[in-house]
């Protein structure tokens, strides 16, 4: 079975460009994350989706941040336009409930923007 | 105050030996909590879960949940030299909160 995979790996963009990060969560899980890890920080959540809707997306740092989930099968996370804060390794999982439940994580999209 | 706190490290310990790994949290709400061990450049791989007070064995792991003290630990036995790596607590309402990690080095 695949698991959560995510495009690209590495990402090198200007200030001011966009950017789309892509996610393709393990089949059959509804529940799919967004999550960030600045830099000597923690991982940090981003956004919900159970399914196509989102469920949380208290964590999404502003608008130019878009995440969605067309069909809920995989998802994409745009940056437009990208700022140098929003350099850092950007991490997607998946897992088959919602609470309380295991979470199977991507190997990440590391995003720099100069 | 961090909702999940972890000591950052790095921790050294000898081939052979036990490694523990400590985590404390703050929101009592959290139901349960995840170890997730990381290699550079990789994934958070999950590695062990625990719901409930006491301990919780898989092979030469162990998990350790006190809901009274908010704290949660990882005992790894016979440490190997493979086990070093980025390891990292979570704790789970309706996401997951991270800790920064521990790094473990276990040396020959």
């Known amino acids: 079975e695949a698991g959560v995979t995510q495009f690209p790996s590495h990402s090198v963009i200007e200030k001011g460009q966009t950017v789309t990060l892509r996610c393709d969560p393990i089949?059959?899980?509804?529940?799919l994350y967004w999550y960030r890890r600045v830099m000597g920080k923690e991982i940090k959540f981003l956004l919900h989706?159970?399914?196509?809707?989102?469920?949380?997306e208290s964590g999404m740092p502003n608008n130019r941040f878009l995440a969605e989930r067309t069909g809920g099968t995989y998802s994409t996370l745009k940056v437009q336009p990208a700022e140098l804060e929003d350099s850092g390794v950007y991490f997607c999982?998946?897992?088959?409930?919602?609470?309380?439940?295991?979470?199977?994580f991507g190997q990440g999209t590391r995003l720099t923007v100069v | 105050q961090k909702e999940v706190e972890q000591n950052s490290g790095p921790l050294s310990v000898p081939e052979g030996a036990i490694a523990s790994l400590n985590c404390t949290y703050s929101d009592r709400g959290s139901q349960s909590f995840f170890w997730y061990r990381q290699y550079s450049g990789k994934s958070p791989e999950l590695i062990m879960s625990i719901y409930s007070n006491g301990d919780k064995e898989d092979g030469r792991f162990t998990a350790q949940l006190n809901k009274a003290s908010q704290y949660v630990s990882l005992l790894i036995r016979d440490s190997q030299p493979s086990d070093s790596a980025t390891y990292l607590c979570?704790?789970?309402?309706?996401?997951?909160?991270f800790g920064t990690g521990t790094r473990l080095q276990v040396f020959p």
């Open positions: 089949s059959g899980h509804d529940n």
């Open positions: 999982a998946s897992s088959v409930h919602w609470r309380n439940t295991e979470a199977f």
């Open positions: 979570a704790g789970n309402t309706d996401k997951l909160i």
């Open positions: 989706f159970v399914k196509e809707s989102k469920q949380d």
